[in-house]
């Protein structure tokens, strides 16, 4: 007699499924384990110790601090689950934090979230957990994930305030065989709620805001500590090359900013470009921030070529609505971008998440990173 399917869309019963579940601390993840737990899985909650806390990492609002690893090993020993730490600090400066400055000295807007699921929780996770002869790595992530004739695709959470697919766009096929989203059907209050019917004590710990190693949002800080000859002054030029005004560092500045340019005018300015090879900022009035055009870099594609045949919807931010737009898919993993109506504030660094709607939500196709 063949055993009927799990939750989890495993033919085993739960009590004979090993899963890991990655626990950063917060509500969403010690749900999850609970969850996972109650239904009688063989749980094996993991948490990584990504950076060294400084005072004001730990007064600010982000994931992954001290704070959040005892958090996670209250609540693994309240559920009696086995519960391990990574320390994984290496790592993370070499394949985040490096990165994250690195792109800021070139003028881009990085996504350090996007990178740290790439290089280090779902690169590094995955390999534990199949060492550990896990079944599935379970995550707190607001995505869902469908398995339709065995290949199983990657969609925007129901609860799209929280969707949080626009940062997994990078994750590869395989991974996605191997992880499960068990969240990305409920609204947040519903996890609440859960983890109070749980007794867990993060039930109302507010959610994480800040990137996880720049205390306060205050990004120029953390490139003053890491490279601290990076802030050098330059020249703030108009549109048709004329000098406006000096900068104290291209760091201090991204695309679309208006703040902080010290520059009057007839109209309000924005930064319109940031060019690092020579160490200047070019400003202009806010129509000249639009862009039908994006071209795209070292792609991800979660889906046959076919699908890009047609109009399709794409994200240029995380925070951002759908965008209708013709994916023209290139030789060496670009892409052009052709969007059908003009967006403001597209900036270098950012990701540009590929979606198609179906019967089963706004499923995600893949993704690249905005050359320009």
């Known amino acids: 007699m063949k055993t009927e399917l799990n939750s989890i869309g495993l033919q085993k019963k739960p009590s004979d499924t090993t899963i890991v ?16 737990k109650k239904e009688g899985y063989n749980v094996i909650g993991i948490t990584l110790k990504l950076y060294d806390d400084s005072k004001e990492v730990a007064k600010s609002k982000q994931c992954c601090s001290g704070q959040d690893i005892m958090d996670a090993k209250r609540v693994a020993n309240k559920l009696g689950i086995e519960h391990k730490i990574l320390y994984y600090q290496d790592k993370f ?111 109302d710990k507010p959610d994480s805001q800040d990137i996880c190693f720049v205390p306060n949002g205050n990004y120029s800080s953390v490139i003053k500590k890491f490279r601290p000859d990076s802030f050098k002054k330059g020249n703030i030029k108009n549109l048709y090359g004329k000098v406006v005004g000096v900068h104290d560092g291209i760091i201090n500045f991204t695309i679309g900013q208006r703040k902080g340019i010290k520059v009057s005018d007839k109209e309000p300015l924005y930064v319109i470009k940031i060019d690092s090879e020579n160490n200047e900022i070019i400003v202009g ?86 050359k320009e």
């Open 21 to 36: 579940v990655a626990m950063s601390g917060g509500v969403d993840s010690s749900t999850v384990a609970g969850m996972m």
């Open 93 to 203: 400066k070499q394949g985040v934090v490096d990165n994250f400055i690195d792109s800021y000295l070139k003028g881009e807007t990085p996504i350090p979230c996007i990178q740290c699921n790439q290089t280090v929780k779902f690169k590094d996770l995955f390999e534990v957990s199949k060492d550990l002869k896990a079944d599935a790595l379970v995550t707190g992530h607001y995505v869902k994930s469908i398995t339709k004739n065995n290949i199983t695709s990657m969609y925007r959470a129901i609860d799209e305030t929280r969707d949080q697919s626009y940062f997994l766009f990078n994750t590869t096929k395989e991974q996605l065989d191997y992880l499960r989203f068990p969240l990305g059907k409920f609204l947040k209050d519903k996890t609440r709620e859960i983890a109070k019917e749980l007794d867990l004590n993060v039930a």
């Open 285 to 370: 009035p806010k129509e000249n921030l639009g862009k039908k055009n994006i071209f795209l870099k070292d792609l991800n594609l979660l889906s046959k070529k076919k699908e890009f045949e047609k109009n399709i919807f794409v994200k240029v931010r995380s925070t951002g609505k759908l965008l209708e737009a013709k994916v023209n898919l290139q030789d060496n993993n670009t892409a052009e971008v052709n969007l059908v109506d003009i967006e403001h504030g597209i900036s270098p660094g950012q990701a540009c998440v590929f979606y198609n709607k179906d019967q089963f939500g706004d499923k995600v196709l893949g993704g690249g990173w905005i």
